[in-house]
């Protein structure tokens, strides 16, 4: 094989595989199934993870990071990243790919950044970590990236710490922090969830414009069904840690292919609000949920 066709082989192999993936929680009073049996692949493209609360949406990113704890297990009949067994992978190796190569944008900024700490110096450790970069490379590495997320005054910025910056900044300095290190993937659990409708927006831009530029995987987790339709190139609905149906986020909004939707994903549909079709959207909410079990 020549180079120029190993190169495209690399290419063109999925940053991620996950087969009949589990994540169990055994306690006194049984086994909670917290995933069960989810299966997918990720390329270079923005892959939408969408279901309630408690769906399992969550554990699944965390799972893939190795974050689950104790007493958590996690099973699985193929993970790998970029063809490399996350399964048999040793804790170290987990540990330098985490961060590197695949980041977790969590929920709540607030509480994944120390308050004790600048937010800068925050954001230029995970930089150091990953980089051999003295400290005044790694605070103009990350000066630069506090402007890549349209944080105004980036030098100001740096020296604040988390109380002192507002819920829509420290999402982007979440963000900031795991781009850094420039991953091939980033999964954002909610990374807009408490956020204001116009920043919500500006969010998505950066993020959209992240992922085009540097080519990188996205796993977007929400339970906002618009954002995720007109955001991401394709959805997975959840509930009860299974995987209901995977789609093309388009066919979210195509009013011909829901007479073949999942009934859990037009469920979903239904809630959202249609002052049009209020009795449509009524009788999908009172259809029979035994399928749910």
Same mark, same amino acid.
């Given at each position: 094989?020549?180079?120029?066709?190993?190169?495209?082989?690399?290419?063109?192999?999925?940053?991620?595989?996950?087969?009949?993936?589990?994540?169990?929680?055994?306690?006194?009073?049984?086994?909670?199934?917290?995933?069960?049996?989810?299966?997918?692949?990720?390329?270079?493209?923005?892959?939408?993870?969408?279901?309630?609360?408690?769906?399992?949406?969550?554990?699944?990113?965390?799972?893939?990071?190795?974050?689950?704890?104790?007493?958590?297990?996690?099973?699985?009949?193929?993970?790998?990243?970029?063809?490399?067994?996350?399964?048999?992978? #040793?804790?170290?190796?987990?540990?330098?790919?985490?961060?590197?190569?695949? $980041?977790?944008?969590?929920?709540?900024?607030?509480?994944?950044?120390? +308050?004790?700490?600048?937010?800068? #110096?925050?954001?230029?450790?995970?930089?150091?970590?990953?980089?051999?970069?003295?400290?005044?490379?790694?605070?103009?590495?990350?000066?630069?990236?506090?402007?890549?997320?349209?944080?105004?005054?980036?030098?100001?910025?740096?020296?604040?710490? +988390?109380?002192?910056?507002?819920?829509?900044?420290?999402?982007?300095?979440?963000?900031?922090?795991?781009?850094?290190?420039?991953?091939?993937?980033?999964?954002?659990?909610?990374?807009?969830?408490?956020?204001?409708?116009?920043?919500?927006?500006?969010?998505?831009?950066?993020? #959209?414009?992240?992922?085009?530029?540097?080519?990188?995987?996205?796993?977007?987790?929400?339970?906002?069904?618009?954002?995720?339709? $007109?955001?991401?190139?394709?959805?997975?609905?959840?509930?009860?840690?299974?995987?209901?149906?995977?789609? +093309?986020?388009?066919?979210?909004?195509?009013?011909?292919?829901?007479?073949?939707?999942?009934?859990?994903?037009?469920?979903?549909?239904?809630?959202?609000?249609?002052?049009?079709?209020?009795?449509?959207?009524?009788?999908?909410?009172?259809?029979?949920?035994?399928?749910?079990?």
């Amino acid at each position: 094989m020549n180079q120029s066709a190993m190169n495209e082989s690399t290419r063109e192999q999925p940053l991620l595989e996950l087969d009949n993936l589990r994540v169990d929680f055994h306690t006194p009073t049984g086994i909670v199934q917290a995933v069960r049996g989810l299966s997918f692949t990720l390329g270079r493209e923005r892959l939408g993870i969408v279901g309630e609360s408690g769906s399992g949406k969550s554990m699944t990113g965390r799972a893939i990071l190795d974050l689950i704890p104790h007493p958590g297990e996690v099973r699985a009949d193929r993970l790998t990243y970029r063809g490399q067994d996350l399964l048999t992978m #040793d804790k170290r190796a987990r540990r330098k790919l985490r961060g590197r190569h695949i $980041s977790m944008v969590m929920q709540d900024p607030k509480f994944s950044l120390n +308050p004790v700490r600048t937010v800068g #110096d925050q954001i230029a450790e995970a930089y150091r970590v990953h980089h051999k970069a003295s400290a005044r490379e790694a605070r103009q590495r990350s000066l630069a990236m506090l402007e890549q997320v349209q944080i105004r005054e980036p030098a100001r910025v740096y020296e604040l710490y +988390p109380h002192e910056v507002s819920g829509g900044m420290g999402q982007r300095v979440m963000i900031a922090m795991m781009l850094i290190a420039e991953p091939d993937i980033l999964i954002a659990d909610e990374p807009t969830s408490a956020l204001d409708v116009t920043v919500q927006l500006q969010m998505l831009k950066i993020l #959209d414009d992240l992922v085009t530029q540097r080519g990188m995987g996205l796993i977007f987790i929400s339970h906002d069904l618009h954002l995720v339709q $007109s955001f991401c190139d394709r959805v997975i609905v959840m509930y009860g840690g299974k995987a209901m149906e995977t789609l +093309p986020a388009a066919e979210l909004a195509d009013e011909s292919a829901r007479a073949r939707r999942h009934p859990y994903t037009l469920g979903l549909l239904g809630c959202l609000p249609d002052l049009d079709h209020p009795r449509e959207t009524l009788a999908t909410l009172n259809r029979d949920p035994a399928w749910l079990a």
